[in-house]
């Protein structure tokens, strides 16, 4: 996992450079939830790579005298978890007591680290910056993140440290169980492996820190990516939130299936809808664990009614599976991993061409896409793409002229038809 952590005293433009280089993503997930969405990470993309990207910033919260203990923190933390470190400084303020504490604190880590000095919005105060060298990190980049100039010359060099994904061929299933603390994630992992823990297997090396443990019981055969069994380097407070977002994005990239876990008394709230989202956008399986269902007061009703305001805040993509559990009860345990496989089985399995244009080139026949400015629009062949998730083309005519409405018409069928429960699918329209 590629992670980039900006870092840096308030104010210097963190948020604003974090949303400069998420936005073009942004864009692509229409808020139909209606959830108040206060993201603070988010998947970008240079040059054909992919990482995800954290402003530090939104996670102070608090009054004054805590600040700065919170900010400190939180590059201890940046320096551990994240492939790569920008540190933000402001050119109109100059160096601040703060800005000198925090080049302190990387000086000593061995992470790659970037200083930039924002807002040099005019030529005239490239010059003003030359008094961030004196950190001694190396070069200091100038941006101005609210125009966007240097910021690709940042981009450049700070995808140049990225690890080359390893194209792990590896033919167990990766599954991770995620959610905000308390919901019972380590009690399910515990209801799984049990005393079996010491079978545990941290992997070594750099590139990986979560520790993978073989589950291989009652015909399920996977690997489990487990991040709460895993202890801190530095004594940084273990429940900070920062942390623990850190943690569940390096598990969802790392692994095939994201298990999305709620407590029933809470509902999926703002943050487990970002979870949500990274994973939907890191075209991951999802299945929703509804989990302490011992604790919920019910009646035949009720689990419809819970099922459907979590598919309301998790729209458009809602064909997910949502199950309800008590682990402590162990009700339906099993049920989340037979749930796991299917979704895994449904994200890499492959459509037969001849099966896929039987069915879907019938339905586009009887519900072709609306004709554009006189031009009708002909799709003649579907094909799904080689690829680790599921891809479809449509060749026609007039691709541009395909609008999303149809787009979805389609995705729909395909998912009425094929099922890809639990799954991202991707749709594109290309030139025959
Ligand atoms: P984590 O932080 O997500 O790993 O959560 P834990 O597994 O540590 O669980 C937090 C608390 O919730 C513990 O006291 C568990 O015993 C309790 N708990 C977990 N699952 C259930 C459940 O299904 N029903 C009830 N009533 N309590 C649960």
């Known amino acids: 996992a590629n992670i980039v952590a900006i870092v840096g005293r308030p104010n210097v433009g963190k948020s604003t450079l974090f949303n400069r280089l998420t936005e073009s993503r942004k864009a692509i997930v229409d808020d139909f939830s209606g959830v108040t969405r206060d993201r603070h990470y988010e998947t970008a993309e240079w040059i054909g790579k ?164 073989h589950y291989n019981q009652y015909g399920h055969n996977f690997l489990l990516i487990d991040t709460a069994g895993l202890r801190r380097k530095s004594k940084v407070n273990e429940d900070i939130e920062f942390y623990s977002v850190m943690r569940t994005i390096k598990a969802l990239e790392d692994s095939d299936v994201t298990i999305l876990m709620l407590d029933a008394q809470d509902g999926l709230e703002a943050q487990d809808v970002n979870i949500f989202n990274l994973a939907e956008k890191n075209r991951k399986g999802i299945v929703i664990v509804v989990n302490k269902w011992d604790l919920i007061e019910k009646d035949n009703k009720t689990m419809k009614a819970f099922e459907d305001r979590i598919r309301e805040k998790i729209a458009p993509f809602t064909d997910v599976p949502i199950i309800f559990t008590s682990v402590t009860e162990k009700q339906r345990v099993l049920k989340v991993l037979e749930t796991a496989d299917k979704v895994y089985a449904n994200r890499t399995k492959k459509i037969p061409t001849s099966k896929l244009n039987e069915v879907m080139l019938n339905i586009i026949e009887s519900y072709p896409p609306p004709s554009l400015k006189g031009k009708y629009i002909k799709i003649k062949y579907v094909t799904q793409l080689p690829g680790r998730t599921p891809m479809f083309a449509f060749f026609c005519n007039l691709p541009q002229y395909i609008k999303d409405p149809y787009k979805r018409f389609i995705e729909n069928k395909l998912r009425e038809h094929f099922d890809f429960t639990g799954v991202p699918i991707q749709i594109y329209f290309r030139q025959k």
């Open 50 to 213: 992919k990482f995800t990207v954290i402003d530090t910033g939104g996670f102070v919260h608090g009054s004054d005298d805590v600040f700065e203990e919170a900010i400190r923190d939180q590059v201890y933390i940046a320096i551990e978890e994240a492939s790569v470190v920008i540190f933000m400084v402001d050119v109109t303020t100059g160096i601040t007591d703060l800005d000198d504490e925090i080049a302190d604190i990387l000086r000593r880590s061995s992470k790659p680290v970037y200083v930039v000095a924002n807002k040099v919005d005019h030529a005239k105060l490239h010059h003003d910056s030359a008094e961030f060298y004196a950190f001694g990190l190396g070069e200091v980049f100038n941006i101005s993140s609210a125009t966007g100039s240097g910021t690709g010359e940042l981009l450049d060099a700070v995808v140049s440290h990225f690890e080359e994904e390893q194209e792990e061929d590896e033919a167990l299933p990766k599954y991770t169980i995620v959610g905000r603390p308390n919901v019972g994630k380590s009690s399910l992992t515990n209801a799984l492996i049990g005393k079996d823990r010491n079978i545990v297997t941290p992997m070594a090396g750099t590139t990986r820190d979560s520790i993978r443990i």
